[in-house]
């Protein structure tokens, strides 16, 4: 197995701290794995990774690319409309190191769209589609901020911070609520269909 960090340093410590007879980490870059060769890998596993990219497309490409037919792939993002709340106004993730974000249905038919079948799909810490709504938001962090003193942070995190939980739930379980963190079991056709 090989785990890959665009940081050589973050391979290099992986390397020195987790270390197993099978197991090793390199430098690389998921846009363009051009070391790894075609139809070589059975598992991807790449959480919290898409939203950093700025070629989403080359990466999507090169994960089939390595992945064997029948391959399976584990992908994983924050929906935008929880991570970036100002969104809507701003334009832009509010995480400075993410270049795009997405929300779950956009997340589903990226990976469609790019010839994965998409096995299962769920997430993380649901909630109430009510209250994802971007100006109320605002307004329940806001005041829980403003009333720290009278556990109002503690409530705004129990509602927008643990949800429903961090175990994986399916989609079809929460349709009325929106995931924090989508994850996405995907596998590439075995007829080679969708390239």
């Not at 970036?84 to 106004?89: F, H, I, V």
């Not at 429903?164 to 994850?183: C, I, L, M, N, T």
């Amino acid at each position: 197995m090989r785990g890959f960090d665009i940081d050589s340093s973050a391979a290099e410590y992986a390397n020195e701290h987790f270390i197993a007879g099978n197991l090793s980490y390199a430098q690389g870059n998921a846009e363009n794995l051009a070391g790894v060769p075609d139809n070589s890998a059975d598992v991807v596993v790449s959480f919290e990774t898409i939203e950093h990219l700025n070629q989403v497309g080359s990466y999507l490409k090169e994960m089939r690319r390595i992945l064997r037919p029948g391959g399976q792939y584990f992908v994983s993002t924050p929906d935008r409309r929880l991570a970036s709340t100002m969104y809507p106004l701003r334009g832009r993730p509010n995480n400075g190191y993410h270049v795009e974000e997405f929300t779950g249905p956009q997340f589903r038919g990226m990976m469609e769209t790019a010839g994965f079948e998409v096995v299962e799909f769920g997430g993380q810490n649901y909630i109430n589609g009510a209250l994802v709504f971007w100006p109320l938001q605002v307004f329940l962090k806001g005041s829980g901020y403003a009333l720290r003193a009278l556990g109002g942070a503690k409530a705004v995190r129990n509602i927008y911070h643990l949800g429903s939980g961090f175990s994986v739930k399916p989609d079809s379980e929460y349709k009325a609520h929106v995931a924090r963190y989508w994850v996405a079991h995907c596998r590439k056709p075995v007829d080679g269909a969708g390239h």
